[in-house]
């Protein structure tokens, strides 16, 4: 891996903007420009980190209790669910939320943008393991942006020769003050699909505040929401597009005490706001065509 290390700074390293390291034995990469700090492992093309230069806190939540090991994925950031979100309903006994968190990616490209943002572009393609649980052949290219704004561009690729349907989403946890002090703008009248009450369909009223435990999956939202954050006195803005359903998440108490890789109180600074193709909005990619979800996040304070 020290070899490898070498290798990538060399190749993509950025003078004064961009380096690999390594952290609990994984691949790395940080990024610190004019516009943010930000840092990306490798191992499942997941942002973990991002603190725009004007900001005390970071925009997403990582666990201190994170799991750093193969075949696991690593609580915080924006994990990808991809190529089916939540429980696998296939019978196969295959892992919740997909196999791309679970994988190790490769880098494509870096560059240093003309504006002063950073960009990294990382791939995962199928390979043997993946085609014996997901047997299509496809390249997945994240496409990261760390400037004002951080902007992910996840695109699948069907470069096999028949259509295959996909689920997924962005999924990202937001570093909050207090989740009983947050509320949600741009949902009001929105239907949505509560999991946690045997998946009745229901209608959002109002803004949205989280006081129990919550997993929404919320149908035609609009393209911008926006977390009003009372506790660190700032909005965390969502924009997405190539999607058609949000998901809303926090486990409460009861539940965060079973994850081994949560402390006991942190569901009180944490929520899931995903860009999500879930449940009904299945996406197909016909034989040579390509599908793009984007999310733009940003922190007004």
Same mark, same amino acid.
């Given at each position: 891996?020290?070899?490898a290390l @070498? *290798?990538l700074n060399?190749?993509?390293g950025?003078?004064?903007q961009?380096?690999?390291e390594?952290e ?5 990469i ?5 516009? !943010? ?10 942002v /973990?980190?991002?603190?725009p ?6 925009l997403l ?5 994170? @799991?750093?090991q193969?075949?696991?994925?690593i =609580? ?6 991809w190529?089916?979100? !939540? ?7 295959r892992? &919740?939320?997909?196999?791309? =968190?679970?994988q ?6 870096t560059?240093?943008?003309a504006?002063?943002s950073?960009r990294?572009?990382?791939? %995962? *393609?199928?390979?043997?393991?993946s085609?014996?649980?997901w047997p299509?052949e496809?390249e %997945?290219?994240l496409e990261i942006t760390?400037?004002?704004t951080l902007?992910?561009?996840l695109?699948?690729?069907?470069i096999g ?6 689920? *997924?989403?962005?999924?990202?946890? /937001?570093? @909050?003050?207090?989740?009983n ?5 741009g949902?009001?009248?929105v239907?949505?699909i509560?999991?946690t ?6 209608s959002?009223s109002?803004d ?5 435990e919550?997993d =929404? ?8 929401l ?6 660190l006195n =700032?909005?965390?803005? %969502?924009?997405s597009?190539g ?20 402390k ?8 899931g706001?995903? &860009? &999500? ?11 040579g ?10 922190i007004i304070?």
């Amino acid at each position: 891996m020290h070899t490898a290390l @070498i *290798q990538l700074n060399e190749q993509f390293g950025i003078e004064n903007q961009l380096y690999f390291e390594l952290e609990n034995d994984f691949l790395m990469i940080i990024v610190d420009n004019k516009h !943010a700090n930000a840092k990306i492992s490798v191992y499942g093309g997941q942002v /973990l980190s991002y603190l725009p230069a004007n900001q005390t806190e970071d925009l997403l939540f990582l666990s201190e209790k994170a @799991i750093y090991q193969p075949g696991k994925a690593i =609580r915080g950031g924006i994990p990808i669910c991809w190529p089916w979100f !939540a429980n696998d309903t296939s019978g196969l006994g295959r892992p &919740a939320h997909g196999f791309a =968190r679970n994988q190790q990616w490769n880098v494509l490209a870096t560059d240093g943008n003309a504006d002063g943002s950073t960009r990294v572009v990382l791939a %995962l *393609q199928h390979n043997d393991d993946s085609i014996a649980v997901w047997p299509h052949e496809f390249e %997945l290219e994240l496409e990261i942006t760390i400037g004002p704004t951080l902007n992910i561009k996840l695109t699948t690729n069907n470069i096999g020769g028949e259509s295959f349907e996909l689920t *997924q989403a962005l999924h990202a946890y /937001l570093n @909050i003050g207090d989740i009983n002090a947050i509320s949600v703008t741009g949902l009001d009248g929105v239907a949505y699909i509560d999991k946690t009450d045997g998946f009745e369909q229901k209608s959002q009223s109002g803004d949205l505040v989280i006081n129990g435990e919550m997993d =929404r999956v919320y149908q035609s939202p609009p393209s911008k929401l926006v977390v009003n954050d009372s506790a660190l006195n =700032r909005k965390l803005i %969502l924009e997405s597009t190539g999607c058609n359903t949000a998901v809303i998440w926090n486990p409460w108490e009861k539940n965060t005490a079973s994850m081994v890789d949560l402390k006991k109180g942190d569901y009180k600074v944490f929520m899931g706001l995903e &860009a &999500a193709n879930a449940d009904g909005d299945v996406i197909i990619v016909p034989a040579g065509e390509s599908h793009c979800l984007q999310a733009s996040y940003s922190i007004i304070s």
